[in-house]
């Protein structure tokens, strides 16, 4: 059901709504899950898949045959994991061997775990992980030993961290600690990903001797989390947001959240974005190795949606009062420019990267890095997918030579724009005549209640007969000059 709040918002934004209706109409996925020919087991995976995870969950279903089931069992046990290690209610004697043992309990038949405190919102994962335990020894043996290993490093990652006391006080300490933590939990993912693709033929085996780059696929998107939830886990009794950022610009970390410190937390958080927007061009140049059109879609989606997300970000206060996230219509567009081509998607990261920009504070202590990591961004993927506009180009000091290959992007772009003109102008009338339909069905709904009420009886003359009858007679001239000017108390 559509909340008013979310029917006005769109009646304001028809770009979105737009967004949304075509996603759910037209959106023709690459691979399509055969529900017919699932057995209920590999069903209830899939319902953990949803439960855990409505974005990461769409692009896993349409990820070719030979990796759908392997990678959604690889979210789940991750998940499952995960959620040991967030669940507060745990006591360290019983996490930690729960985590350093968790790529054994994956093997053992039966398995499931039912401790997790009440408000754990994946509990339900580990409570039914027997059917996850079950289809994850039914894949390539393959497979089975790369999810293992990886659900091995995560864990031990996770228990090392939960078994440091200043962690748990304080927090994240240094930069070195942060980016190490997010490297055990999802940098390590990044890695493992990469092998699977490679190990089903449907990535390039380079993109394993290059392992800063799924490396940075990972941070990219951990670290845009961090920043995003820094209320929610600042609520939940976790810091994730190293000392070495935060100590530069209040003297306490609650003092993030106090009014009076909001210039000093949008610094913070400027700082924080500077450090995750490191990682963008690796991302690029990871999504440049992967052919197949549905691994690319699920490898690209949730980096422009991380991109958004850190423009969302920038600058916002209302980050530090209540979690902030990108709208469902934002969130539609995303994915159907998303699942596309590398051109396509590096337009996406160029324009967030241009918004940051020109949201940039000079008064930022950071504004120069800022400004010279949007700007290098830019003129990385102007040199990826040159321009054919000279002015643009001499902007951001990319050279124009007229080589055969630049003419022939400049062609392909040209068209690009004259198709999206066209879209927009379509869009445009679109939008015309859904109002006209919106507002004929509900002249035509209100003729036939009319009717109807009618049919059976309704007297439509009542209300303007019993106004009237309340008025009055309208007294005459000489009646109005009989009355009294005052009334006596006689009278009354």
Same mark, same amino acid.
Request: aromatic fraction near 10%; hydrophobic fraction near 40%.
């Given at each position: 059901?559509?909340?008013?709040?979310?029917?006005?918002?769109? %009646?304001?934004?028809?770009?979105?709504?737009?967004?949304?209706?075509?996603?759910?109409?037209?959106?023709?996925?690459?691979?399509?899950?055969?529900?017919?020919?699932?057995?209920? +087991?590999?069903?209830?995976?899939?319902?953990?898949?949803?439960?855990?995870?409505? +974005?990461?969950?769409?692009?896993?279903?349409?990820?070719?045959?030979?990796?759908?089931?392997?990678?959604?069992?690889?979210?789940?046990?991750?998940?499952?994991?995960?959620?040991?290690?967030?669940?507060?209610?745990?006591?360290?004697?019983?996490?930690?061997?729960?985590?350093?043992?968790?790529?054994?309990?994956?093997?053992?038949? !039966?398995?499931?775990?039912?401790?997790?405190?009440?408000?754990?919102?994946?509990?339900?994962?580990?409570?039914?992980?027997?059917?996850?335990?079950?289809?994850?020894?039914?894949?390539?043996?393959?497979?089975?030993?790369?999810?293992?290993?990886?659900?091995?490093?995560?864990?031990? =990652?996770?228990?090392?961290?939960?078994?440091?006391?200043?962690?748990?006080?304080?927090?994240?300490?240094?930069?070195?600690?942060?980016?190490?933590?997010?490297?055990?939990?999802?940098?390590?993912?990044?890695?493992?990903?990469?092998?699977?693709?490679?190990?089903?033929?449907?990535?390039?085996?380079?993109?394993?001797? $290059?392992?800063?780059?799924?490396?940075?696929?990972?941070?990219?998107?951990?670290?845009?989390?961090?920043?995003?939830?820094?209320?929610?886990?600042?609520?939940?009794? $976790?810091?994730?947001?190293?000392?070495?950022?935060?100590?530069?610009?209040?003297?306490?970390?609650?003092?993030?959240?106090?009014?009076?410190?909001?210039?000093?937390?949008?610094?913070?958080?400027?700082?924080?974005?500077?450090?995750?927007?490191?990682?963008?061009?690796?991302?690029?140049?990871?999504?440049?190795?992967?052919?197949?059109?549905?691994?690319?879609?699920?490898?690209?989606?949730?980096?422009?949606?991380?991109?958004?997300?850190?423009?969302?970000?920038?600058?916002?206060?209302?980050?530090?009062? $209540?979690?902030?996230?990108?709208?469902?219509?934002?969130?539609?567009?995303?994915?159907?420019?998303?699942?596309?081509?590398?051109?396509?998607?590096?337009?996406?990261?160029?324009?967030?990267?241009?918004?940051?920009?020109?949201?940039?504070?000079?008064?930022?202590?950071?504004?120069?890095?800022?400004?010279?990591?949007?700007?290098?961004?830019?003129?990385?993927?102007? =040199?990826?997918?040159?321009?054919?506009?000279?002015?643009?180009?001499?902007?951001? !000091?990319?050279?124009?030579?007229?080589?055969?290959?630049?003419?022939?992007?400049?062609?392909?772009?040209?068209?690009?724009?004259?198709?999206?003109?066209?879209?927009?102008?379509?869009?445009?009338?679109?939008?015309?005549?859904?109002?006209?339909?919106?507002?004929?069905?509900?002249?035509?709904?209100?003729?036939?209640?009319?009717?109807? %009420?009618?049919?059976?009886?309704?007297?439509?003359?009542?209300?303007?007969?019993?106004?009237?009858?309340?008025? !009055?007679?309208?007294?005459?001239?000489?009646?109005?000059?009989?009355?009294?000017?005052?009334?006596?108390?006689?009278?009354?």
């Amino acid at each position: 059901m559509v909340s008013a709040s979310s029917a006005l918002y769109y %009646a304001f934004h028809p770009n979105e709504l737009r967004s949304i209706i075509q996603w759910k109409l037209y959106h023709d996925p690459v691979h399509q899950r055969d529900k017919e020919k699932e057995s209920e +087991s590999v069903s209830k995976c899939y319902y953990l898949l949803d439960l855990s995870s409505r +974005s990461f969950s769409s692009v896993i279903q349409e990820l070719h045959p030979e990796l759908k089931l392997p990678v959604a069992l690889f979210y789940c046990i991750l998940r499952g994991l995960d959620t040991i290690e967030d669940d507060m209610t745990l006591a360290l004697e019983k996490k930690d061997p729960l985590l350093r043992n968790f790529h054994l309990h994956i093997e053992e038949e !039966g398995w499931n775990f039912d401790g997790s405190g009440p408000d754990e919102k994946d509990r339900e994962v580990l409570v039914q992980f027997d059917n996850v335990v079950k289809e994850f020894r039914a894949i390539k043996v393959e497979y089975r030993k790369i999810i293992a290993d990886t659900t091995k490093k995560m864990g031990n =990652g996770m228990a090392d961290f939960a078994n440091n006391a200043e962690f748990n006080v304080n927090g994240v300490d240094s930069i070195k600690d942060y980016n190490l933590y997010c490297h055990y939990v999802a940098g390590v993912v990044g890695e493992g990903l990469t092998r699977l693709f490679v190990e089903s033929k449907l990535g390039n085996p380079l993109l394993l001797d $290059r392992p800063h780059l799924h490396e940075s696929m990972g941070l990219m998107l951990q670290k845009v989390n961090i920043i995003r939830d820094i209320r929610e886990d600042f609520d939940d009794r $976790r810091r994730f947001w190293p000392k070495e950022i935060w100590s530069k610009h209040v003297e306490n970390f609650e003092d993030l959240f106090k009014p009076e410190n909001r210039e000093a937390a949008l610094r913070c958080s400027s700082d924080m974005i500077l450090d995750a927007l490191q990682h963008a061009e690796d991302c690029l140049f990871y999504l440049a190795g992967l052919k197949e059109q549905s691994v690319f879609n699920f490898c690209a989606i949730p980096q422009t949606m991380a991109m958004a997300t850190l423009e969302l970000c920038f600058q916002n206060g209302n980050m530090f009062e $209540r979690n902030v996230k990108i709208t469902k219509g934002q969130a539609c567009q995303l994915m159907t420019e998303s699942s596309q081509n590398l051109r396509v998607v590096s337009g996406v990261f160029r324009g967030y990267a241009h918004k940051i920009l020109k949201k940039n504070n000079p008064r930022d202590p950071n504004f120069l890095k800022l400004s010279m990591t949007c700007s290098n961004l830019e003129k990385f993927i102007q =040199g990826l997918f040159p321009s054919p506009d000279p002015k643009i180009a001499a902007e951001v !000091g990319i050279p124009t030579a007229e080589t055969e290959e630049t003419r022939s992007d400049a062609a392909n772009l040209a068209e690009l724009t004259a198709r999206q003109t066209a879209e927009q102008e379509e869009a445009k009338w679109d939008l015309i005549y859904m109002a006209l339909a919106v507002t004929c069905t509900l002249m035509f709904i209100s003729a036939i209640m009319i009717g109807v %009420a009618w049919y059976f009886g309704a007297r439509f003359d009542l209300p303007s007969t019993q106004y009237r009858k309340n008025l !009055g007679p309208r007294p005459s001239p000489g009646e109005a000059q009989n009355m009294p000017d005052k009334l006596t108390h006689g009278d009354l």
